[in-house]
């Protein structure tokens, strides 16, 4: 069964500072990995995705994300962040093999950007 | 041109109601999926179709039933509803790709209230 988790319900970040918001996932063999942001009252938008390749992912809005395989992590980063960045952040994990391409997504990360 | 498009927004209704929920895509792909977002904003996937044929089904109450009439449609319709079907309801859709990560973009939702 694959898994993700996100560790922290809230992250909050002063505008200008650099993001981070976690993830870490569990599935059998490579995973295929996912950024969505969802703004208030809105569908998942996506940010990013890693398939295979350079472990940056580079992704919308100045979003990046590190893939390390030995930490099973997906972390999602932002050198400096907008007030407007603030929303609410979901990673999302789906296996190499089987089960069509069903995604199973963690509990979401509030990020909340002030001034 | 919304690429993924729901219909109602909104949905209240009575207890033992039966309603249903639509979903319209125009980017050419062949495959759907319904999400429901509960209270806490977990999201998790309940069906996809590709092409017309039911490809994912979770556990689901049968009161769910899917209906594809083409691959750019894909309704929801819910009967004998419950108190704990409130929720948020997502469609999305993808690329069927040969078993490939295709990045699944999701439309705005349609929040469904039983009272």
């Known amino acids: 069964a694959q898994s993700v988790a996100q560790p922290e319900d809230q992250v909050n970040v002063a505008e200008g500072n650099p993001l981070t918001v976690k993830c870490t996932y569990s599935?059998?063999?490579?995973?295929?990995l996912f950024w969505y942001v969802q703004y208030p009252n809105r569908g998942l938008q996506f940010l990013l995705k890693?398939?295979?390749?350079?472990?940056l992912v580079k992704g919308s809005y100045g979003f990046e994300a590190e893939f390390n395989k030995s930490q099973t992590s997906f972390h999602l980063k932002k050198p400096s962040a907008l007030v407007s960045d603030s929303a609410l952040y979901f990673c999302a994990v789906r296996g190499y093999t089987g089960g069509g391409n069903k995604l199973t997504f963690g509990t979401g990360t509030q990020l909340k950007v002030e001034l | 041109d919304t690429a993924v498009s729901q219909t109602p927004k909104y949905l209240v209704t009575q207890m033992g109601n039966d309603k249903s929920i639509k979903c319209e895509q125009n980017l050419g792909h062949d495959t759907m999926y319904w999400y429901k977002q509960d209270s806490k904003k977990f999201l998790k996937i309940m069906f996809s179709y590709n092409n017309k044929e039911l490809i994912i089904n979770e556990t689901v109450p049968n009161r769910f039933s899917p209906k594809s009439p083409d691959k750019a449609h894909l309704n929801l319709h819910i009967n004998s509803l419950e108190l704990g079907d409130s929720a948020v309801y997502f469609c999305?859709?993808?690329?069927?790709?040969?078993?490939?990560?295709?990045?699944?973009?999701f439309g705005p939702g349609t929040r469904l209230t039983v009272l």
């Open positions: 999305a859709s993808s690329e069927a790709g040969t078993g490939g990560p295709e990045t699944q973009y």
């Open positions: 599935v059998s063999g490579n995973p295929y």
């Open positions: 890693y398939i295979t390749g350079d472990n």
